[in-house]
T-cell receptor
Framework: GEDVEQSLFLSVREGDSSVINCTYT??????LYWYKQEPGAGLQLLTY?????DMKQDQRLTVLLNKKDKHLSLRIADTQTGDSAIYFC??????????FGAGTTVTVRA | GAVVSQHPSWVICKSGTSVKIECRSL??????MFWYRQFPKQSLMLMAT?????????EQGVEKDKFLINHASLTLSTLTVTSAHPEDSSFYIC?????????????FGEGSRLTVL
């Protein structure tokens, strides 16, 4: 959706860290999500962060939230070939509706 | 974890026919489900909110007579694309809202790819 913006492409070498950035406009956002979509498949929830948090870490994933700048990022440590996918950030609007960014296609090269 | 199943996962139909896509919550009850549409290499756009036992709420610009939604039970919502045309070809994804007390969690189906010839 136009309320959430992401860069469209990211190429990263295997073993390096990936950082995917997202900006949103809704200052009243409560939860922000990261989803992964592999080719021809549905969405897999990777992680989420509550708006009163600055950071959340879950194994190889680190989410950083700058609420002042309305900026969200997802860092994937030690990126693997299986991490190649499209990553969507999403903003929780009212009534559990999600507003998605356009998705960042991550390509992991050997 | 909770599972949401969509059927069919892919379907090809002739222009002018109607196609029904099912979204089932397999191990929880979902009074609310959401239908999204995804064009190639684009984001997911919310089409409508499906509420069990009541009429669906459609987002602006979505034709309710074109995309019929029925949420007849707590575990099943269906999306029927009526008189399908090639421009309706898309990837349709549903999500189901699972509630535990005051906390809700969204679970996505694996999507249904519709190709209209």
């Amino acid at each position: 959706g136009e309320d959430v913006e992401q860069s469209l492409f990211l190429s990263v070498r295997e073993g390096d860290s990936s950082v995917i950035n997202c900006t949103y406009t809704d200052s009243s956002s409560t939860y922000l999500y990261w989803y992964k979509q592999e080719p021809g498949a549905g969405l897999q929830l990777l992680t989420y962060i509550f708006s009163n948090m600055d950071m959340k870490q879950d194994q190889r994933l680190t989410v950083l939230l700058n609420k002042k700048d309305k900026h969200l990022s997802l860092r994937i440590a030690d990126t693997q070939t299986g991490d190649s996918a499209i990553y969507f950030c999403a903003d929780l609007m009212g009534d559990y509706k999600l507003s998605f960014g356009a998705g960042t296609t991550v390509t992991v090269r050997a | 974890g909770a599972v949401v199943s969509q059927h069919p996962s892919w379907v090809i139909c002739k222009s002018g026919t109607s196609v029904k896509i099912e979204c089932r919550s397999l191990d929880f009850q979902a009074t609310t489900m959401f239908w999204y549409r995804q064009f190639p290499k684009q984001s997911l756009m919310l089409m409508a909110t499906s509420n069990e036992g009541s009429k669906a709420t459609y987002e602006q610009g979505v034709e309710k007579d074109k995309f019929l939604i029925n949420h007849a039970s707590l575990t099943l919502s269906t999306l029927t694309v009526t008189s399908a045309h090639p421009e309706d070809s898309s990837f349709y994804i549903c999500s189901a809202l699972g509630l535990a007390g005051d906390t809700g969690e969204l679970f996505f189906g694996e999507g249904s790819r519709l190709t209209v010839l």
